[in-house]
């Protein structure tokens, strides 16, 4: 607040790719900040930070307490976190092959398309919901549920943010990218680059999208 008293930041949903690479071309959108797998057009990147996924489940849950067998797995009701937009479509389907490779249907609950409400759900149901770290720790800190690792692999992802190059040089723009990076990530200050990625920072907690007002 102090050090832009007069700047509002707001959040949006992201659409698909084609349309998110609309919104940071025309100016509608300053940053995509998250795990998203591809991008159009002449669109810049920073990695933040690196996330890997985990199990959450509510402390007290009458099958699951301190670890989380590939049995417990497999016999669970799932909560399914897949939000629009973004690249967490992904760990689907690792994990969906590791239900495939056992022979057992995979019994899904619900579905979820965003991060409100899991770690109420969560503590008030016996569901298993598989997540990023990071989104867990936040849901811990609110409610009664307890973290786990997971029984199959999934490979770890990385939560940058994303610019059109026409912004790069923008004041306003370079002043956004720098306090999302203090605030999400560490160490020292580097030129970000063309897709791909070239930027590696240490774990703070992602965001979706957001433009200044």
């Known amino acids: 607040a102090s050090e832009a008293p007069r700047i509002n930041i707001e959040t949006v949903q992201m659409p698909n790719a084609r349309m998110r690479s609309v919104g940071l071309e025309s100016g509608d959108v300053d940053l995509a900040v998250g795990y998203f797998e591809d991008f159009d057009g002449s669109i810049r990147c920073q990695v933040l930070f690196e996330e890997w996924y985990v199990g959450m489940v509510r402390k ?100 940058a943010q994303f610019w059109h190059e026409r912004f790069h040089a923008d004041p306003g723009n370079q002043w956004l990218r720098g306090l999302f990076r203090r605030l999400y990530g560490s160490g020292e200050a580097a030129p970000a680059d063309p897709l791909p990625a070239i930027e590696s920072l240490e774990p703070r907690m992602p965001l979706t999208a957001s433009r200044r007002r």
């Not at 007290?60 to 670890?67: C, Q």
């Not at 992904?90 to 056992?102: G, I, P, R, Y």
């Not at 019994?107 to 899991?118: K, N």
């Not at 989104?135 to 999934?154: F, G, N, T, Y």
């Open 60 to 159: 007290g849950h009458p099958e699951i307490a301190e670890s989380l067998s590939f049995e417990q797995f497999l016999r669970a009701s799932h909560l399914v976190y897949q939000p629009a937009g973004g690249g967490h479509a992904s760990q689907e389907n690792f994990v969906d092959k590791a239900f495939w490779a056992a022979g057992v249907h995979r019994r899904v609950a619900v579905r979820l398309g965003h991060a409100v409400g899991i770690s109420s759900m969560v503590s008030l149901t016996d569901h298993l919901v598989v997540i990023p770290h990071q989104l867990a720790l936040a849901c811990e800190r609110l409610m009664p549920v307890r973290i786990l690792d997971l029984p199959i692999e999934i490979p770890r992802f990385k939560v």
